[in-house]
């Protein structure tokens, strides 16, 4: 376990220096459960980085809070696209302002070492990489673990993407 955070670490630290020209990073942080309903608070964080006008790769985590802190942990990766425009333009020409994002990636749960595929829609995306800042709301996943012949089923209320390359500030007027 140890070994699996210190490359999760290493990635999300050293991926603003892999990102080309057209490639924007963000990091992100917000509330999600997924043993749905839960009774407590759990936390989303991730790096997102852009891989086309309308896709992206995402990384994240989710770590319960309370009752006990980081008892239980998802990790998981996905390729997002973009429902309703470009998500940037890769100048100061902002993409769309408003969009849909549908994911499809796969998981690993700490908890009872589960794993498997999971695909999400987020049905409200406001915000944009160029505006530096951008907010997922009401995203919901469903997922099957493998392992475990489970149904994994996420839920977040809002998720805020903050921007550290890609933004306005990296384009000359």
């Not at 509330?31 to 009774?39: A, C, G, I, N, S």
């Not at 942990?73 to 302002?97: C, D, H, Q, Y």
């Amino acid at each position: 376990m140890k070994r699996f955070l210190l490359i999760l670490s290493m990635i999300l630290l050293l991926s603003p220096v892999f990102a080309g020209d057209y490639h924007d990073v963000s990091f992100t942080i917000g509330q999600e459960t997924y043993k749905w309903p839960e009774k407590g608070i759990s936390m989303t964080y991730g790096i997102n980085i852009g891989l086309s006008s309308r896709l992206e790769l995402d990384i994240w985590g989710i770590s319960s809070l309370v009752p006990r802190p980081f008892e239980s942990n998802m990790f998981g990766a996905e390729i997002a696209f973009m429902l309703l425009g470009p998500r940037s333009t890769a100048s100061k020409v902002m993409g769309s302002g408003i969009n849909m994002m549908l994911s499809v990636g796969g998981f690993y749960r700490t908890d009872n070492n589960g794993a498997g595929p999971m695909i999400a829609l987020t049905p409200l995306v406001v915000g944009t990489p160029i505006s530096g800042r951008r907010e997922r709301i009401l995203r919901t996943g469903i997922g099957y673990d493998a392992v475990n012949n489970d149904v994994v089923v996420t839920f977040s209320l809002l998720s805020l993407d903050y921007y550290v390359r890609g933004t306005w500030r990296d384009y000359s007027f």
